[in-house]
């Protein structure tokens, strides 16, 4: 019996033994299917239940060719018996009951040899099953099929593989048309970085004689890569488009499918779908996984659908697929993540896309709002600068997210779309749902979780305070937005502190040494009014943090240290030891300083807090409102 995995494996190159093997084994289902109806004996069946028939046996015992007993476990037994000088098989087909006194009183009493039918012979003369012979062609042909279904479905699966082939052999990869394409380049608002990239990939493929003139002449393959959501998808869209071409758009996922060379077959497939369409585009997205460095698996043919879309990005075949072009699309990139060598050499073109910015995050949320119709969008109330710096650090794709947020609350309120609804939109996103009824009967731990927010809030502004800014500065130089005493299920918490952050971010070692302090804040305050033996375990997000950072400015960057290594990476014995001790002594330091802090503002905290708790949230404006009451003492104590 061959090894057929070890022949699919061997074999995964070459088509015509994958179509021989199927035909072999479609060969074996017809033969199985057919062979009960090819073998079967022509010999003609007499049926009766009459039991004389069986009890004239023993008179005509010489004459007996053979006695045989089917089914004898059912309702009905039959017995079945030829005689020698007839051509005919008789079948008596008679009560359960009624053979036992049969076998008993006539065939044992009067030894006449009889034996059970067995299968090869039951398949051999079928009809001595059949009951009645009159009911047509289509008891035949229900007859047959439930004694045969298993191959039935076997040749059904064999007759689907011949007509689609194997998984991988052919891609479902589908065509479509340039008018078929919606949206156009104008609909990638901002980016002007990477529209004039597009623009000048555009030139490159229409004008493809003046590089041939630079000897030239590869094909101009594009990989796209940034974060989610930053419009890749639909880049390769819009550039099919512009281009008037053809698109086929295909997962990089897809392609496997578990069968060895499915991926290779699929490629190839997309490739001549493409090449016979001339002028085309093949978008792969999501396809990071064919990017990873080659040969590290266990296993040959791990690499083949790698290898073989290097073949095909390398246009080896001039006269075929000149103009096919490959976009590729990944959410990593060579920097983030290690990539194979030979496949980025492979991409003559390479766009990163970004986040936008505040300035493409302010056009972004007008397009969208911009886009609804009359009458939802209260444009006298709405602060689109504040937005934008609010979702920061937000791909396109959610801030669109939080614009159809703000119009689901705007409608279950029967409002206009405003800067507050947009607020509570992005919190929605960014955070969750949040409840009050989960804590409104718990007010130790709704004191306990105000106080510890208060302390991440007071550390924030802390540096600010002691460097002498007015409130008004320190309003504006702080990047909170709201603090509340809300439970929010997403997060597991049961409160939190709700800030903006920067669009890019350069920390210095005393910037990151203050973010550790402010996450210090919360622990240190529960330590302020309810003892070192009181603090919850509410701190732990913090700690982890605090203590990730650390080690990023100990180990990772050596800041405390003239010797700048990354000590991650030497693995000498008992440097580890060492690295751990710098830790804690920094994180020892950095939290007493958080400690002494935090006292100077400890009536401040309390007063906050019995408003905080009264209203369960403050807005950034409530709070500094708040702060004006005490601005000029704590001027004075500092």
Partial sequence: ???????????????????????????????????????????????????????????????????????????????????RDT?????????SVTHSNLEREVLLK????????????????????????????????????????????????????????????????????????????DDLIGMEDIKREVAHLEQMIVNRSVYRSHKIDKPFNVMLTGPAG????????????????????????????????????????????ASALGDCIVFLDEAQSLFMPRGRGEKRWEDDTANTLLSLLDGVEKTEGAGVIWVVASNFDDASSEMDDAMLRRFSVKINFRLPNKAERRELLHVFLSRKDDGCVDWNNLKLDDVAEMTANLSPALVQMVVDRASMLAIEETRLIDTDILFRAFERTAIGLTDRATTSEKDKQRER?????????????????????????????????????????????????????????????????????????????????????????????DIQKATSMLDLMVNRLSMYSRSKLDYTQLKREGSGEDCVK?????????????????????????????????????????VFVLLEAFWPARLDAA
């Fill in 1 to 83: 019996m061959p090894n057929f995995s070890k022949l699919l494996q061997s074999s995964r190159q070459n088509f015509y033994v994958r179509i021989a093997l199927i035909v072999l084994l479609t060969g074996g289902a017809l033969v199985a299917l057919l062979r009960p109806i090819i073998i079967q004996d022509s010999t003609p069946v007499v049926r009766s239940q009459d039991i004389a028939q069986i009890m004239a046996l023993p008179a005509n015992r010489d004459r007996l060719e053979y006695l045989l007993l089917a089914v004898p476990g059912s309702d009905s037994p039959r017995y079945i018996f030829k005689y």
């Fill in 87 to 95: 051509p005919q098989i008789n079948v008596v087909k008679v009560p």
């Fill in 110 to 185: 009067n030894g006449i040899p009889f034996a059970i039918a067995q299968e090869a012979y039951l398949s051999r003369h079928r009809a001595v099953l059949d009951d009645d012979a009159s009911k047509g062609w289509l008891s035949e042909v229900g007859t047959f099929v439930a004694r045969n279904a298993i191959g039935l479905v076997m040749l059904a699966f064999l007759v689907f593989m011949l007509k689609n082939g194997l998984p991988g052999m052919a891609s479902k990869a589908t065509v479509t048309k340039p008018e078929q394409l919606r949206g156009s380049m």
């Fill in 230 to 273: 930053t419009g890749k998808t639909k880049l390769a869209g819009y550039l099919a488009k512009k281009l008037n071409m053809p698109l086929i758009a295909v997962s990089g996922s897809s392609l496997e499918s578990g069968y060895v060379g499915g991926g290779s077959k699929a490629l190839n497939a997309i490739y001549k779908k």
């Fill in 449 to 541: 979780v105000a106080l510890h927010e208060l302390g991440h809030f007071f550390m924030q502004i802390d540096p600010h305070l002691r460097s002498g800014m007015s409130l008004a500065e320190v309003k504006e130089k702080s990047n909170l937005l709201k603090i509340s005493t809300e439970s929010v299920a997403k997060l597991g918490a049961l409160g939190y502190v709700l800030s903006s952050s920067d669009d890019v971010s350069l920390r210095t070692l005393e910037e990151l040494e203050q973010d550790v302090i402010q996450l210090y804040g919360g622990v240190a305050a529960e330590e302020m009014f309810y003892g070192a033996r009181g603090i919850s375990v509410g701190s732990q997000n």
């Fill in 582 to 622: 710098l830790v804690e002594t920094k994180a020892d330091e950095l939290y007493t300083r958080t400690l002494e802090a935090m006292k100077l503002y400890r009536h401040q905290i309390e007063v906050i807090k019995t408003t905080l708790l009264e209203r369960y949230v403050l807005s950034k404006d409530e």
